[in-house]
């Protein structure tokens, strides 16, 4: 079911397919993507209720979700999942409460401090995914980490079904959260109206939150007009493992991300022949009763592969080049080889650390790099909503200390005016 292939044997073609992974789709959309963002732009409501037509099949009088929609969606949900998510969102209220930093003052010469101070985005957008699948979750971890940074303002956009509703467990976590300003209005054009406003939708200083490739190009069009998180697209696990590791417990893991979307990526490095084998048979025996099968087998053949690598040192610096968004680390010390790991998003030690943990209730963020990002993007969280402010109180004293250095900086670089603005404060 899933190719396996020594590290050496793998041809470039292949190896390319496989570290870019959904790359090449992004690349292939961003015109059809700009032409929406400024059809939004230029056309405002209008555009969104024609894209939401066009993309969802609903036809919509109203893009804002009201209290009566909230309260139906109660009746659509058990109570299991809002249990569920009240654990999930405490958990994640416990974690991300201690993201929130704290900077103490710098004494750098005597009669000079220097600090930094907190202040979180008034205005934010969160995206909540949604189409072929619901996500709630995701309204978890974006809500969470912005109230505890103190944001003021929520805008949430997901997308409708084909009867204008918005999927009824994202209402009711969005209830659940204290998040009242709900759009039904998806994909790229949910970005374009949060990144440049609309009659009804208001304009935002950051759009948060994962989404398919669409919704990747979109935000990353939008950048420069907003800030955004990071490019967090289309799923994607890496496993590194050596003959210790559980093949059923592996096989499962890819398979939980395979079920995302066609464009998923899973991908198992490990030493062990054995293993690769035992993890295949798993992954066909364990596919046949999901009802996601028919994704997961073309998620599979598109961007899975098992590659067999001869130490976990070449396995680490093949993890390190794919940068993956979520990587579990299941081997004999765990400790060491997370220490050889760089570029990565979320991991995972040990058989029990089951990737779908962090996806849900272990309280770690699940809005994360994919495509290779996280060589330099980090995961979302409580920091992500907010930025920090220089302060400084100097004494005369103090630009005493560094008034030469004013002057002389001032001088090599041909401002005067700098340097007067420094001198005149030590004039009779």
Known sequence: MITIKKLQDITKDDLDRIMKRSGDILDSIYETVKVIMADVKENGDAALRQYTEKFDGAKLDALQVTREEIEYAYTQVTPEFIEGFKQAMANSRKFESNAKPVEGKTITEEGIEVWREWRPIERVGLYIPGGKAFYPSCLLMTAIPAQIAGCKEFVVCTPPDKTGRAPASTLVACDLAGVQQIYKIGGAQAVAAMTYGTETVPQVYKIFGAGNTWVTAAKMLAFGTVDIDMPAGPSEIMILADETANPKFMAADLLSQSEHAEDSASVLVTTSAKLAKQVDSEVVRQMAYLSSRDTIEKSLGRYGMIVLVETLEQGAKFVNDYAPEHLEIVTQDDAKYLGMINNVG????????????????????????????????????????????????????????????????AETEGLPAHKNASEVRFEE
Do not use: C
């Open 346 to 409: 979320s991991v995972f030690l040990g058989n029990y650390s089951t990737e779908p943990a962090g996806d849900y209730a272990s309280g770690s963020n699940h809005v994360l790099p994919t495509n290779g990002y996280a060589r330099m993007f980090s995961p979302l969280s409580t920091e992500s909503f907010g930025r920090k402010i220089q302060v400084q109180k100097l004494s005369k004293d103090g630009l005493g200390k560094i008034r030469n250095a004013i002057k002389a900086l």
